[in-house]
């Protein structure tokens, strides 16, 4: 994919999912949250230079520690989104000033990982990114669904994250 492609992707895909996340919205707990993901994680796996073959190493310890990263920041921000019950019976999510600082240090961790690998002269693929997105959306979708679903079967009427 070429790499102005790769990063318009990543671009638009981070701004709106942010903006989503700071909007209100009614969960739906049966929608395909994991399209988004899926498409993006194979976009970034046909990509041949998500390894640095030079430096298959140190490229695969970056891209590992990468992915455990977005693992658990992923986790950390489906942890920080306010999930409430509305009048009407539906459940609602809004991120919160928490939600902005998880996202944030999701973007100062990859930024570290690049300039270590910037450091160890290893070529980093714009597609580790995409594939850490994917990783990074599809956590914390599954985070947040299933804090609906076990609020929604616990009968809570507020669930504060």
Same mark, same amino acid.
Request: aromatic residues 6%.
């Given at each position: &994919?070429?790499?102005?492609?790769?990063? #318009?992707? =990543? =671009?638009?895909?981070?701004?709106?999912? /942010?903006?989503?996340? &700071?909007?209100?919205?009614?969960?739906? *707990?049966?929608?395909?949250?994991?399209?988004?993901?899926?498409?993006?994680?194979?976009?970034?796996?046909?990509?041949?230079? %998500? /390894?640095?073959?030079? @430096?298959?190493?140190?490229?695969?310890?970056?891209?590992?520690? !990468?992915?455990?990263?977005?693992?658990?920041?992923?986790?950390? +921000?489906?942890?920080? /989104?306010? =999930? +409430?019950?509305?009048?009407?019976? !539906?459940?609602?999510?809004? !991120?919160?000033?928490?939600?902005?600082?998880?996202?944030?240090?999701?973007?100062?961790?990859?930024?570290?990982?690049?300039?270590?690998?910037?450091?160890? @002269?290893?070529?980093?693929? $714009?597609?580790? %990114?995409?594939?850490? %997105?994917?990783?990074?959306?599809? #956590?914390?979708? %599954?985070?947040?669904?299933? $804090?609906?679903?076990?609020?929604?079967?616990? !009968?809570? *009427? #507020?669930?504060?994250?």
């Amino acid at each position: &994919m070429p790499a102005l492609v790769d990063v #318009v992707v =990543i =671009i638009a895909v981070a701004v709106l999912v /942010v903006r989503r996340q &700071m909007r209100a919205r009614r969960l739906d *707990t049966e929608r395909r949250f994991w399209v988004l993901p899926l498409v993006l994680g194979g976009l970034a796996l046909r990509d041949p230079a %998500l /390894v640095d073959h030079a @430096h298959p190493v140190a490229s695969v310890a970056l891209l590992a520690g !990468g992915l455990l990263a977005v693992l658990a920041t992923g986790c950390v +921000w489906g942890w920080t /989104v306010r =999930i +409430w019950r509305a009048e009407d019976g !539906g459940l609602w999510a809004r !991120g919160t000033r928490a939600t902005v600082a998880a996202w944030s240090g999701t973007v100062v961790v990859r930024l570290g990982l690049f300039g270590v690998g910037a450091a160890l @002269h290893v070529h980093q693929s $714009r597609s580790s %990114l995409l594939l850490g %997105l994917a990783v990074l959306l599809l #956590v914390r979708s %599954l985070v947040v669904n299933w $804090r609906a679903r076990v609020s929604e079967g616990a !009968g809570r *009427t #507020v669930v504060a994250g």
